[in-house]
Structure formats: C-alpha cells, structure tokens
C-alpha cells in the first residue's frame, strides 16, 4: 500500500522559512506526478507545486512562486517543499499527492494518494 508521511510543518513568523518533507513509501510504480497541495480554512484544498515524473520543470502556483521551491530525489520517494517569505495567508494543511495515471499536474480530484498533511501556521 501505498504511504505518503508529511513532516516539517510548524510555527512562522510573516517573513520567515520553513521547510516540509514527504516520504512516499510502499510502491513499486513510476508516479506519473507528485504535488503538493494546502487546504486553507473557509478554501477548498488547493495546488501549490508539483512536477511530472517524466519532465524536467517544477511547476508553482503564482502565490507561491518566487518563494516556495519544491525538490525531490529522483525516484520520487523523498519530496521537500523549501517555503521562505512566508506570508499569514500561506497558513494551512500541506498535503502531498501522489497520482498514478497521466494527466494535469494541477488537478488535484485525479489524485491517487494522499498523505494526513501537517500544519503551517504562519503568524506574529
């Protein structure tokens, strides 16, 4: 079965950095994307970044880019999400996402796997 565990999530100040990981265990196939995503209270969960297992670009929601760098191991077993600037509404709970089957990054209902998130609470 397939296990995605978020760590890394805590307390920032406005302007501050954390940095998030997710270890993606127990399969035997290429993902075709990984992402990672937030759901924000009184918001939907959103996508924040994600990549194609057979691409070469790391793609970022426009709120994020510039600040937010995501990075992985080859394998897509070990995913990192780098955030600095961090702003109040960058608060919420990170997912990481794991789909099987081709199709848009940036859709997150065609998702296959989901981790339990962690926490990010941005506030001074």
């Known amino acids: 079965q397939v296990k995605l565990v978020e760590s890394g999530g805590g307390l920032a100040q406005p302007g501050g950095s954390l940095t998030l990981s997710c270890a993606a265990s127990?399969?035997?196939?290429?993902?075709?994307?990984m992402s990672w995503a937030r759901q924000v209270p009184g918001r939907g969960r959103d996508w924040v970044s994600g990549?194609?297992?057979?691409?070469?670009?790391?793609y970022y929601h426009d709120s994020v880019k510039g600040r937010f760098t995501m990075s992985r191991d080859n394998a897509g077993h070990t995913l990192y999400l780098q955030m600095n600037h961090l702003k109040p509404e960058d608060t919420g709970l990170y997912f990481c996402?794991?789909?099987?089957?081709?199709?848009?990054?940036?859709?997150?209902?065609?998702?296959?796997?989901w981790g339990q998130g962690t926490q990010v609470t941005v506030s001074s």
């Open positions: 996402a794991m789909r099987r089957h081709f199709g848009d990054v940036k859709v997150l209902t065609e998702y296959n796997y």
């Open positions: 127990g399969f035997d196939f290429r993902p075709y994307a």
């Open positions: 990549f194609y297992l057979n691409g070469n670009d790391t």
